[in-house]
């Protein structure tokens, strides 16, 4: 389902014009579009502006459920007004934690995780994602997805240390059981300055 869906998107955008081939942000949005519904649990496991938060919130809708998580109270301080703005604070549990302790706030199973490594954008450059706690997250929060859930993750390699978590994070998504999930990698090969890698996990029934 996950892998249909983006060779159709990415497919119809380079039909329309090449120069506007899909980037990551975009990818990333158009996948949360397509599979999120009103009422659903998600889960952003790294806040920073609350942009992302905000998307996942209009999506799940009143009924519905987003846990934020970040490390920085100015982070979650930001998004809170944000939300509150566009009268969207009622749906949202904002939580002052790292990630990797997603297990001790989130009891029940969830629809779709979102991961955007690195640091707070115009923030502190030291404060950031770190590739042992974010190997712990992923490894909690793929055992929270339900069956045919959604994580996507942006990696950012341009910091120092970015290059080391993405590493880790490839390994690890690497590995996974090929009966158990579905992972995707979507990149630039020609672009300088970095630019990020997506990674799309859909976690599927066993194959017999």
């Not at 983006?6 to 599979?35: C, G, H, P, T």
Request: contains cysteine; glycine residues 8%; aromatic residues 8%.
């Amino acid at each position: 389902m996950l892998m249909n869906f983006l060779i159709s998107l990415v497919m119809d955008l380079v039909v329309v014009m090449y120069s506007q081939i899909v980037n990551n942000i975009r990818l990333w949005e158009a996948i949360a579009s397509n599979s999120i519904r009103p009422g659903q649990r998600v889960v952003d496991c790294t806040v920073g502006n609350g942009n992302d938060t905000i998307m996942l919130a209009e999506l799940v809708g009143e009924k519905g459920k987003v846990y934020g998580f970040d490390i920085q109270k100015e982070a979650l301080d930001i998004t809170a007004r944000k939300l509150d703005l566009r009268n969207l604070g009622g749906q949202v549990n904002l939580i002052l934690d790292g990630h990797e302790n997603i297990d001790k706030y989130i009891g029940e199973e969830v629809d779709f995780i979102v991961y955007n490594l690195g640091y707070l954008p115009k923030g502190d450059k030291a404060i950031k994602t770190k590739k042992t706690t974010t190997i712990i997250s992923l490894q909690k929060s793929l055992g929270l997805l339900k069956e045919n859930g959604i994580l996507v993750l942006t990696s950012y390699t341009g910091h120092q240390g970015g290059l080391d978590e993405k590493k880790a994070v490839e390994e690890y998504l690497e590995a996974l059981d090929q009966r158990l999930f579905n992972v995707l990698k979507y990149e630039f090969l020609n672009q300088k300055n970095s630019p990020p890698i997506l990674y799309a996990v859909e976690k599927s029934k066993m194959r017999r």
